[in-house]
């Protein structure tokens, strides 16, 4: 995936994530199933972001950015830990 893909599927994400939140309030779906696939989200959208941030790294130091990979959710989700 080049920038703007990676970029549109954020967008994607949190355009689903507002979606969401509305089925909620409107009560087509329930609060359990809202926040199983907002964690869900999460964790996509953190990979978007880390794979974006690898991109701009490798292009930044001279490096061809398409050898950027998408890291398995356990290793994006486990940085702070």
Not at 9 to 22: G, H, K, N, S, Y
Not at 27 to 44: D, F, Y
């Amino acid at each position: 995936m080049n920038d703007k893909q990676i970029l549109s599927r954020i967008d994607e994400f949190v355009a689903e994530e507002a979606e969401l939140r509305d089925k909620l309030q409107k009560g087509e779906l329930s609060q359990g199933e809202e926040q199983q696939r907002l964690r869900a989200l999460e964790v996509e959208l953190d990979q978007c972001w880390d794979l974006l941030r690898q991109r701009r790294a490798r292009r930044d130091a001279g490096e061809n950015p398409d050898e950027a990979a998408a890291r398995p959710a356990g290793e994006v989700e486990g940085y702070l830990q």
